[in-house]
């Protein structure tokens, strides 16, 4: 059998492509998820005392910060590298790029020696290889999720396209769950001083296992039509760009009140409620945080199975509305000097994110042709990295120094919920439509000319 020929695949391949796909889609991501927030977990909590030591504690975040920043700029570039060839090669041989590129950045970064050790050489290969973690992972998503959503159910989109996106719940539990067992089991000082390179090294394994699996996938069977037909374009990021610009800023719009908070809860309340003013432990932030991960796991495939009967934007627009509330509850709750309260916080803090983030890959890859869909779906969605998630530490660190509260931040989560709520309106749903028929893109295209 051709592994790209459609024709060739039974009904009972079919189903045994789509479980291998969806399993191969979630180990993989979960893996590129891991490493990408074990270095968001050390920026907040590791990096400022080892390759910033000389600055004070607020400019060492702040630099820490920086670098995790740099990651989600180059994140579109990923999009825009592996979406090219994705659209003219095929998905699965870009997925396994992605995880070898992911995966050794990541040990490297394990190795690397400290600025007390480097100067001021460390902090400036650490961008480097920050930059090679940032490009896998926007070339990482796209193929991810349509590798999953193409094999399965097409009656079923929403929840097939979920199953990639537990990886990043998945990646959480496993990155914190190690960091937290490495600093439990060393102590503070130890864990800072070289702890904390192992769970970076332990990424190499991770990588083996799921280029084990992901070998074993054969190419999507609508990917395989486009070939078939000879419909695969010659430069998709220059066509999708030129087809489609108005879904491609609405998904990169719409993943603000998802993104933005994400991060903030992830990344930003680590250091918030490690500092002198709460002086909570590192384990209590990071158990918290863990168990708010494994709550996802099952709330992310739930709300993408809603997805599907009640309809994508009403649960996206629903988890957007309380996402812009909870900003305000969840601050109060952190700086109440309740214990139990802050913990409850940190452990719920993931559900608005999930109701967005369950049906958030099937909106915006539906929203472009097969063979634009992976350079369409992955430069939507990674452009929000720029606007959304890349500054969300950063704000969110300038916003507490400057104003003093944390109740600043609940403005900045508030804003960005209002942004997304007007992209969602304008964003087309396709959760009906047959998108494996290219005349459903192009009578859109057509009629939106005839509009303007």
Same mark, same amino acid.
Not at 2 to 29: C, F
Not at 105 to 130: E, F, H, K
Not at 183 to 189: A, R, S
């Given at each position: ?29 979960t893996i590129e998820w891991y490493d ?48 090219? %060839? @994705? #659209?003219?090669?095929? &998905?699965?041989? *870009?997925?396994?790029?992605?995880? =070898?590129?992911?995966? $050794?950045?990541?040990? !490297? ?41 193409? %094999? @399965? #159910?097409?009656?079923? &989109?929403?929840? *097939?396209?979920?199953?990639?996106? =537990?990886?990043?719940? $998945?990646?959480?539990? !496993? ?19 070289w702890g904390w390179r192992i769970p ?253």
């Open positions: 059998m051709s592994k790209l020929e459609p024709a060739a695949v039974s009904g009972l391949e079919q189903r045994s492509q789509a479980r291998k796909a969806a399993i191969a889609s979630t180990i993989g991501t990408y927030f074990l270095y968001g977990t050390a920026a907040a909590l590791v990096f400022p005392h080892v390759f910033f030591p000389h600055m004070s504690p607020y400019l060492g975040l702040i630099s820490a910060f920086a670098t995790y920043f740099v990651g989600f700029l180059a994140r579109p570039v990923g999009a825009a590298i592996f979406g090219h %060839w @994705g #659209d003219r090669i095929g &998905r699965k041989a *870009m997925l396994i790029i992605t995880l =070898l590129m992911m995966g $050794i950045s990541t040990a !490297l970064i394990g190795v690397l020696p400290g600025a007390t050790t480097w100067g001021d050489a460390a902090p400036a290969v650490l961008i480097i290889l920050r930059i090679f973690q940032g490009i896998a992972v926007g070339g990482e998503w796209g193929g991810s999720i349509l590798l999953s959503m193409e %094999w @399965g #159910d097409q009656k079923r &989109r929403g929840l *097939m396209a979920s199953w990639p996106q =537990l990886g990043v719940a $998945i990646g959480i539990i !496993l990155s914190t769950g190690l960091l937290a067992v490495f600093n439990g089991i060393m102590g503070t000082d130890a864990f800072i001083a970076f090294l332990l990424s190499l394994v991770l990588v083996g296992i799921g280029l084990y699996i992901r070998l074993k996938i054969l190419e999507t069977p609508m990917f395989a039509e486009v070939v078939k037909t000879q419909k695969t374009q010659k430069a998709p990021v220059l066509e999708v760009i030129k087809r489609y610009p108005k879904a491609i800023i609405l998904s990169a719009l719409l993943r603000m009140s998802e993104q933005m908070p994400f991060y903030i809860v992830t990344a930003f309340v680590l250091s918030y409620l490690t500092d002198k003013n709460h002086n909570y432990s590192y384990n209590f932030v990071l158990i918290g945080t863990m168990i708010a991960a494994a709550i996802e796991l099952f709330c992310v495939p739930y709300f993408g199975h809603l997805s599907d009967t009640v309809g994508r934007k009403k649960i996206y627009l629903i988890g957007a509305a309380i996402t812009g509330v909870w900003g305000f509850v969840y601050f109060a709750l952190l700086d109440s000097g309740i214990g139990w309260l802050v913990f409850v916080a940190l452990c719920v803090a993931l559900i608005p994110h999930a109701m967005q983030y369950g049906p958030q890959a099937s909106i915006i890859a539906e929203n472009f042709p097969t063979n634009l869909r992976y350079t369409g779906a992955g430069l939507g969605y990674q452009l929000a990295s720029i606007i959304a998630g890349g500054p969300a530490a950063l704000v969110a660190t300038f916003l507490l120094h400057q104003f003093g509260t944390g109740y600043a931040v609940s403005v900045y989560i508030l804003v960005s919920a209002l942004i997304t709520i007007a992209a969602a309106f304008g964003l087309r749903d396709y959760s009906k439509s047959d998108i494996s028929d290219p005349e459903t893109y192009t009578r859109e295209v057509k009629g939106s000319r005839r509009v303007s």
